[in-house]
């Protein structure tokens, strides 16, 4: 059973830095793919950032060069480094890995719980 445990939120001051894991256990796969999420009061989930083969990234456009997500497959961890945060990223933030087939026939998304992160004075 995987299990994914998110850290790393809490209360920052507007240009503050915070750095999200996503902890991943009972995996049997090597993590390749991953993603956060957010998702503020009132609002839906948006994609945030995610990674794929390890290495290419994509970004939602408001967090372009302030955020990065990273994987580190000898910690089974997901990291978003997030920098000179703004009150508009205040949203309880998901961490997903999928799991997919080698043939690409079957996936399977897991989710962390979430952490909440606050940008404010």
């Known amino acids: 059973q995987v299990e994914l445990v998110e850290s790393g939120g809490g209360l920052i001051q507007p240009g503050g830095s915070l750095r999200l894991s996503c902890r991943a256990s009972g995996v049997t796969f090597r993590i390749t793919d991953a993603g956060w999420y957010r998702q503020a009061p009132g609002k839906e989930r948006e994609l945030v950032a995610m990674?794929?083969?390890?290495?290419?990234?994509n970004y939602e456009d408001s967090v372009k060069g302030r955020f990065t997500i990273t994987i580190d497959n000898a910690e089974n961890t997901v990291v978003l480094q997030m920098n000179n945060l703004n009150p508009e990223d205040t949203a309880i933030y998901y961490c997903?890995?999928?799991?997919?087939?080698?043939?690409?026939?079957?996936?399977?998304?897991?989710w962390g719980q979430g952490t909440q992160v606050t940008v404010s004075l």
């Open positions: 990674i794929s083969n390890e290495r290419y990234t």
């Open positions: 997903n890995v999928p799991w997919i087939s080698p043939a690409g026939t079957l996936r399977a998304d897991y």
